[in-house]
């Protein structure tokens, strides 16, 4: 539930581009079980292939439509950390871009309150 009353599947899902209720506007009960926001994205009929005939589908629904849609652009599409993928090679070149950095793990910058508040800040987000 975001501050201003938004119901949310997850906490990233708000990127997607699906509209999700209120509850200022309907009731937790009819926004689980009528609204498109928490019905577009559930059972199998929305997939498209590999995942549609994937015996695989049952377990992991397809995998995680806010990283499709960040990897790929298209919240349908199969989760680009399967191997089934047809953007799967995303995943690969970032872990050899990862493999092959200079960066040291020292000049990592984690996440916490005060950092996320200077990345904020200083607008790199
Ligand atoms: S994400 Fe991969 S393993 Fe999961 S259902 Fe789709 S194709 Fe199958």
Not at 40 to 69: H, I, L, N, V
Not at 86 to 99: T, Y
Request: aromatic share 10%; charged share 25%.
């Amino acid at each position: 539930m975001t501050p201003e009353g938004t119901a949310l599947p997850c906490h990233s899902a708000r990127q997607l581009p699906v509209q999700f209720p209120s509850v200022l506007e309907q009731s937790l009960e009819d926004i689980w079980y009528h609204s498109f926001g928490f019905n577009r994205y559930r059972g199998y009929d929305w997939m498209p292939e590999p995942c549609r005939s994937c015996d695989e589908k049952e377990k992991d629904f397809g995998g995680c439509r806010c990283q499709a849609f960040m990897l790929t652009g298209d919240a349908d599409n199969a989760d680009p950390v399967c191997s089934k993928s047809p953007h799967h090679g995303k995943i690969l070149e970032a872990r050899r871009e990862a493999d092959c950095s200079d960066i040291k793990i020292g000049q990592l910058q984690f996440r916490n309150r005060s950092n996320s508040q200077l990345i904020y800040k200083s607008g790199n987000i």
